[in-house]
């Protein structure tokens, strides 16, 4: 187990291969969509190995989008949604994490912007265990859930349908797997500067 000197600093970074940015909305009223963004990066910082004290910081690429039809996809980038031609990026900046009664589980807090427009919103997150490899590398895998609505973001655009509601539901069910490595990238807390002292002379 490594040891820690009181307040160091990890950063850590995202392995893109083991991590993945889903979501699922509910059409035709019973069914959902599902979808995912396949171009993203994030990079997040901690005391120690204490997640709770985590500075999270992620960027997604709006028009990496991908839910299997690219007639679909096609219009998810167009204005009537994301407007990727504009909205390079959907980005998310933790705010607060504070645990929730386990170990493992926590509630996460941060601003989430989408097509220019930044709301705070709530999500669970639930950690996996810091494993360290043979050559003392340190991965950290965790869970991040929670649900959005598209009205928040104006992305109003549906139809209704002959029967009743609409096409395409308004609440977006978000579920993210992310693995980060430190990579040996410890920062120590700097350490305090001397106190000079001077005495007047007259």
């Not at 699922?24 to 910082?45: C, D, E, P, Q, T």
């Not at 909205?87 to 097509?115: A, C, W």
């Not at 490899?133 to 649900?147: P, V, Y």
């Not at 797997?177 to 120590?188: I, P, R, T, V």
């Amino acid at each position: 187990m490594k040891i820690y000197r009181d307040g160091e600093v990890i950063n850590w970074t995202i392995d893109r291969l083991q991590s993945e940015f889903s979501f699922k909305v509910r059409h035709l009223m019973i069914s959902h969509v599902k979808g995912k963004f396949k171009g993203f990066n994030a990079s997040v910082s901690t005391t120690g190995q204490d997640f709770s004290t985590a500075d999270i910081n992620l960027n997604i690429e709006s028009e990496t989008i991908d839910t299997g039809d690219a007639k679909r996809d096609s219009h998810l980038r167009s204005a009537d949604f994301l407007y990727t031609d504009k909205h390079k990026q959907i980005t998310f900046t933790s705010t607060s994490i504070s645990r929730t009664g386990t170990s493992d589980k926590m509630e996460l807090r941060g601003n989430l912007t989408i097509v220019g427009i930044t709301k705070n919103i709530k999500l669970d997150m639930q950690m996996g265990p810091v494993a360290i490899d043979s050559l003392g590398n340190e991965t950290a895998c965790f869970m991040i859930t929670g649900k959005i609505t598209r009205e928040d973001w104006r992305l109003r655009w549906t139809t209704a349908m002959e029967a009743s509601g609409f096409l395409i539901g308004d609440e977006v069910i978000i579920s993210c797997k992310l693995e980060f490595n430190s990579m040996g990238q410890h920062d120590a807390k700097p350490e305090p500067e001397p106190v000079v002292m001077r005495i007047a002379t007259f």
